[in-house]
């Protein structure tokens, strides 16, 4: 089965800054990746996500890297704001007719003023 | 458009007694998902139907747990009787079609004392 992992608990940045969360997969017939954010009380919310023939992919202020070789997958924020703060998942369905997702231990990112 | 929507938010019971959670998708979304997270862990896949059917029920930790999705809308989640490791927080997450982005509910916030 699939597992999802680099779990780094915390992350801390400032103001402005640029954050990078990363996360790794095992199964290489996985074919799509999503990010969550998950604020307090809240569910995750879609943020970004990337198929298997794609290795970047930009939305607004948000950058998703898939490196299908060493099967790592990151997101870059720019310009961090405060509203950032939050849990980060990745989530990754593995494929082969499974359709559920397998969800990261998230990262929790604290943005400094 | 309204998301994804759980009732109740916070539930606490008794160990034993019963409790029943209400998912509804967003409309037009034939697939529905169940998942959970204990303190402490993962984002774990419960179930997942396509509208009425069960599609996929391999994350259904025991027979304590039943699902069902009656007429293809909205969807519940019983379980009978709880016990105190079903504490967590159970979301429910819909899609328009297969391996595409699930959006998620708020979740419920499940306590078995």
């Known amino acids: 089965g699939e597992s999802v992992g680099l779990h780094l608990p915390t992350l801390s940045v400032q103001e402005g800054d640029n954050s990078i969360i990363n996360c790794a997969y095992s199964n290489s017939a996985s074919d799509y990746f999503i990010w969550y954010k998950q604020e307090s009380g809240k569910g995750p919310q879609f943020i970004i996500d990337i198929r298997s023939n794609m290795d970047k992919r930009q939305g607004q202020r948000v950058t998703v890297l898939l490196n299908k070789t060493v099967k790592h997958l990151s997101l870059q924020i720019a310009a961090t704001q405060p509203g950032d703060s939050a849990v980060y998942f990745c989530a990754v369905y593995s494929g082969a007719g499974s359709y559920q997702l397998t969800f990261g231990k998230g990262t929790k990112l604290s943005v400094i003023p | 458009e309204a998301g994804v929507t759980q009732f109740p938010s916070h539930s606490v019971i008794e160990k034993g007694q019963t409790v029943t959670l209400r998912c509804d998708p967003i409309s037009g979304h034939d697939n529905l998902y169940w998942y959970r997270r204990v303190m402490g862990k993962e984002i774990k896949f419960l179930l997942h139907?396509?509208?009425?059917?069960?599609?996929?029920e391999s994350g259904m930790p025991n027979n304590r747990f039943l699902a069902e999705r009656t007429g293809g809308t909205y969807s519940t989640l019983k379980v009978q009787p709880a016990e105190l490791e079903d504490s967590g927080v159970y979301f429910c997450?819909?899609?328009?079609?297969?391996?595409?982005?699930?959006?998620f509910g708020q979740g419920t916030r499940l306590t078995v004392v």
């Open positions: 139907f396509v509208k009425e059917s069960k599609q996929d």
């Open positions: 997450a819909s899609s328009y079609t297969l391996n595409t982005e699930a959006f």
